[in-house]
């Protein structure tokens, strides 16, 4: 039998090293994490294009122009082919720029007509000061600066050679869900974390709860830094990934938990590392099987899906293998060690002492 309770305070330890790396990379490397239409906010385009063009044709424009955009295929009717185009706000330097010699999408000067008060009999036309009379003034003009909506379908419509008809739709979209996140998402957790504890304390014992939740806590942290690291740009299908990778590591451990809870004997004093061990080497085939199972899924995603589902995929296959790893080398030992810190606190085991037993 393997004795996976050997290597806690190893386990403990490489996570907090790839968690701190993992940022370190995002930081000094990247500048941050990545940045996105649904946290940053951006401009977001609908345009129509012909058979001739297809998606790796506009990805090589935008590559060429040095313009990070995500392309995405919406629909496809009478050999035209609609893509929504997302822009963050951090490439709109790089497009004025592109545009600024370029024939403007509206004009930028606006005759503002007025209208003439009508004439009475005996009204005479007003008089400079020399006494001459003037005629009808020019009209007034009002200049308007392009936005960067209109800077956008500049450069597309000279780019790629589109109609006004071509251009469905363009809108600048705010950080709407940045913003939803950054003030609801920190209570959500929080009451997440207390729901779990709660449960696994009536459930089971106040020390699988803890082991339960710093997995859970381990295994967001640790995939929010790959994310990081790995530049993925966060979304809505990145959030649901992120839920689903917690839902399958909290049921994971509540697997092993449970085997843990059965091997334990009533009245014999027994190891509470033998029992972990015992309970993991138990319950690892049906971990592995399943693992197995969710990833065969996922890949597929990768393998034969659209390129808008890569990011998300990614992040499920590492979350799978960080949710496998953490139920087996983080949750488990939490609740070993909390043991430990108990027994010791009870006097009944002492510093000196090799074994560490519990009476569970």
């Known amino acids: 039998m393997f004795d996976f309770s050997k290597y806690k305070k190893l386990s403990l330890s490489f996570s907090g090293a790839l968690i701190v790396l993992f940022f370190l990379i995002t930081q000094v490397v990247h500048g941050g994490f990545a940045h996105s239409l649904d946290f940053n906010g951006g401009l977001r385009t609908t345009i129509k294009v012909g058979s001739s063009t297809d998606r ?70 007003p008089t400079e000061g020399d006494g001459k009379s003037v005629e009808n003034p020019a009209p007034q ?51 997440t974390l207390f729901i779990i504890t709660l449960y696994l304390s009536f459930r089971f014992q106040f020390k699988f709860a803890l082991g339960a939740s710093i997995a859970v806590l381990h295994d967001l942290i640790i995939c929010i830094a790959f994310i990081g690291a790995f530049q993925i740009k966060p979304s809505v299908p990145i959030i649901a990934a992120l839920l689903t990778i917690i839902g399958y590591s909290i049921n994971d451990t509540i697997v092993i ?17 033998s029992i972990i061990n015992k309970s993991i080497t138990q319950t690892i085939t049906r971990t592995v099987n399943t693992s197995v199972a969710t990833l065969i899924s996922v890949v597929a995603l990768i393998i034969g899906g659209a390129s808008e589902l890569y990011d998300f995929a990614y992040v499920l296959v590492f979350g799978v293998f960080i949710g496998t790893y953490s139920s087996i080398f983080i949750a488990a030992p939490v609740v070993e060690l909390y043991n430990i810190f108990l027994e010791r606190n009870k006097g009944k085991v002492t510093p000196k002492t090799s074994k560490d037993v519990a009476s569970v």
């Open 56 to 125: 790796s044709k506009l990805e090589a424009f935008f590559k060429q122009k040095d313009i990070a955009a995500v392309i995405i295929f919406l629909s496809e009717n009478d050999g035209k082919t609609n893509y929504q185009i997302d822009v963050g706000l951090g490439e709109v330097a790089k497009i004025k720029k592109l545009t600024a010699n370029l024939t403007p999408v509206l004009p930028k000067v606006d005759e503002v007509s007025q209208e003439e008060p009508a004439k009475k009999e005996g009204d005479t036309p």
């Open 141 to 191: 003009t009002v200049s308007k600066k392009r936005s960067d909506v209109d800077e956008l379908i500049l450069l597309l419509k000279n780019g790629l050679k589109l109609a006004d008809e071509d251009v469905l739709s363009a809108d600048q979209v705010g950080a709407v869900v940045g913003d939803e996140l950054s003030s609801t998402g920190f209570k959500l957790l929080l009451w």
């Open 257 to 273: 938990f449970d085997r843990i809870r059965e091997n334990t004997p009533e009245k014999v004093k027994v190891s509470f590392s």
